[in-house]
């Protein structure tokens, strides 16, 4: 254990996140993400919601600030009529670490699947909301 770590970060996720550099991406996939099948590292967080580990990450975890939207979130299919309430969860607890109020880009859901392939890692999560499937773009540390 280690002081001001939280709980939910596990040594794997923390040896990940240290080893990302600037403009990395890591996937937060809810609990029907295909993430074995497209990862190219995966981090097993069974049991534990997006937003709590959203929340964890972002402790240690700096935003992209070079880019306009630092986080993807997967947009709903057209016509499907399900409601995504975690989004404004998610846009709280952004804004509360990083001050950015609209940090969000919509991905179709086929190129989100394909540009989750491409990213460094993709935490697997017990989420169970429906598109809560979210990208963080790494930014750097600039103290």
């Not at 029907?32 to 069974?46: E, G, V």
């Not at 990450?57 to 306009?68: A, E, S, T």
């Not at 404004?88 to 950015?100: M, N, V």
Request: glycine fraction near 8%.
């Amino acid at each position: 254990m280690l002081k001001g770590i939280s709980s939910l970060i596990s040594p794997e996720l923390l040896k990940v996140l240290m080893e990302m550099g600037h403009s990395d991406e890591i996937v937060i996939g809810d609990g029907n993400f295909p993430a074995a099948s497209h990862a190219q590292r995966l981090i097993r967080a069974d049991g534990h919601g997006a937003p709590e580990l959203l929340d964890a990450i972002l402790r240690l975890f700096p935003l992209d600030q070079y880019v306009d939207k630092p986080v993807a979130l997967m947009q709903v299919v057209p016509g499907d009529t399900v409601e995504t309430p975690i989004w404004s969860t998610y846009g709280e607890i952004i804004e509360a670490h990083t001050g950015i109020k609209a940090p969000f880009e919509e991905v179709e859901r086929f190129a989100f699947y394909e540009r989750a392939k491409k990213a460094y890692a993709i935490i697997s999560t017990g989420e169970g909301a429906l598109y809560a499937n979210l990208i963080l773009k790494k930014g750097v540390i600039t103290k």
